[in-house]
């Protein structure tokens, strides 16, 4: 063999060799930075809406639990996001004319919520852990007057509460829900 086609070869095989390592650095680098370029735009809105550069854990990483909301977001928790996961889950207890997001109450989602507050500030923390405990004692009388701080927070317009559902009302509500969403 000739010397030239020995270092052609050699030549090939590392530039091919680099590429592949190249690239599979890039991939995983790509998975550990949150929203790629290739991922839809209510993923991507989902993570503009945290506010986080990339660097935080995933979502319940740091308080030792996953997201009990099934969603991919970044934590800790923006204070928008809190607001967004009460606001959803208090329509499960409130009657309102309009309701456009609703997440199932449960003691898991309460625990998270809770344990974000933990692990992050918030301007409203005061509020959100009020209304976090009290649900976790099973305590929603004022269900209404939660819904509508916390709307009232978000600017809200439509959907103002008006007085809490009876067990009744609430479980028709639920039997009509069939899929979760903030």
Do not use: C
Not at 10 to 34: A, F, K, M, P, R
Not at 50 to 63: H, V
Not at 113 to 120: R, T
Request: no cysteine.
């Amino acid at each position: 063999m000739s010397k030239k086609l020995v270092f052609g070869i050699l030549g090939s095989v590392l530039l091919l060799t680099g590429l592949g390592v190249y690239i599979v650095l890039g991939s995983l680098n790509d998975s550990s930075e949150g929203v790629s370029s290739s991922e839809t735009a209510s993923e991507a809105g989902i993570n503009e809406e945290t506010g986080n550069d990339g660097n935080e854990e995933e979502a319940g990483n740091q308080s030792g639990t996953s997201n009990p909301f099934e969603e991919k977001v970044k934590t800790p928790l923006s204070e928008n996001l809190v607001q967004q996961y009460i606001h959803a889950m208090s329509h499960q207890k409130v009657q309102a004319e309009e309701k456009w997001s609703f997440f199932k109450i449960t003691d898991e989602r309460i625990d998270f919520l809770l344990g974000q507050l933990e692990v992050n500030k918030y301007e409203h923390e005061e509020l959100y852990k009020g209304i976090l405990m009290s649900w976790k004692k099973g305590g929603f009388t004022d269900a209404d007057a939660q819904h509508n701080a916390v709307w009232k927070l978000q600017d809200g317009t439509i959907g103002e509460a008006t007085g809490v559902l009876s067990p009744k009302a609430e479980e028709a509500f639920l039997q009509k829900q069939n899929k979760e969403s903030r």
